[in-house]
């Protein structure tokens, strides 16, 4: 059984590990800034990009709390 804190820390790592993939997918926007003349699809990812962090953030908004009231009443 895991404590709350594990819960915490779960999140807290996973906004870095996050940060890093959309750092790494920012390095595809480059090259689909090339390829995009109209700029549709760079407008595109960009919605893509915004959208995943979005989530992210959200879902751990409510998944979070969620948890650590599930250890409490099990505790």
């Known amino acids: 059984m895991a404590t709350a804190v594990i819960y915490v ?3 807290i790592f996973g ?5 890093f993939m959309w750092w790494l997918l ?12 109209t700029g ?3 407008t595109l990812a960009n919605y893509f ?5 979005i989530i992210y953030i959200l879902f ?4 979070l709390p969620r948890k650590i009231k599930e250890w409490e009443v099990f505790r």
């Open 9 to 11: 820390f779960d999140y």
């Open 15 to 19: 906004i870095p590990i996050f940060g």
């Open 26 to 37: 920012n390095g595809i926007l480059v090259e689909i800034k090339v390829v995009s003349a």
């Open 40 to 42: 549709d699809v760079l």
């Open 49 to 53: 990009w915004t959208a995943a962090l």
């Open 60 to 63: 751990g908004a409510f998944w």
